[in-house]
């Protein structure tokens, strides 16, 4: 069972959930730092 295939195609299937896991946390982190810096720029327009 471990032909040249199998272990492609595993290592593959594994890369790109590490691949995705770090995107949805990479993203995630610039996104709340974003909105973070948004909610204050409205605070400052909206609270004299």
């Known amino acids: 069972m471990n032909t040249p295939a199998v ?3 595993t290592i593959l299937l594994f890369a790109s ?3 995705y ?3 949805v ?3 995630g982190i610039k996104a709340g730092r974003e909105i973070r810096t948004m909610i204050a720029e409205l605070e ?3 609270l004299p």
């Open 21 to 23: 896991g770090f995107l």
């Open 44 to 46: 400052k327009t909206l």
């Open 7 to 9: 272990i492609f195609w």
């Open 25 to 27: 946390f990479y993203v």
């Open 17 to 19: 959930i590490v691949w």
